[in-house]
């Protein structure tokens, strides 16, 4: 990843944060810290934030391609799972709310 993170706040990106907030994407982040956190490039606003909700907002602004399915998603929704993964997406699995895996598409070749 490079580039500040900076440059990519946009209206229609600030819109878009509003609603991940408001449906728990980034869980103990609330818009201050967010758009705090964007401003600086990355510098954690306090010690004591989560910083893997922290990881997942940044890698969300850069548009890196990953999807989140819970355990009990992955068991009902599989195959849009492996939709994803065939199309390029990582795909996080997440037990009680922390992340315990990812998919991901292996290399042409490799089978």
Known sequence: MSGAL?????????????RKLAKGDFPGIGLDDAMKFLLTDGILPKSD???????????W????????????????????????????????????GRPLAELRRLPSGDA
């Open 61 to 96: 602004v850069r548009g890196d391609r990953q999807l989140t399915f819970s355990a009990t998603e992955l068991k009902n929704k599989t195959g849009q799972v492996l939709d994803a993964v065939a199309r390029g997406e990582r795909v996080i699995i997440e037990r009680h």
């Open 6 to 18: 900076s440059q990519s706040i946009d209206k229609r990106l600030v819109d878009a944060l509003r």
């Open 49 to 59: 934030q989560p910083v893997e909700s922290y990881l997942r907002l940044e890698a």
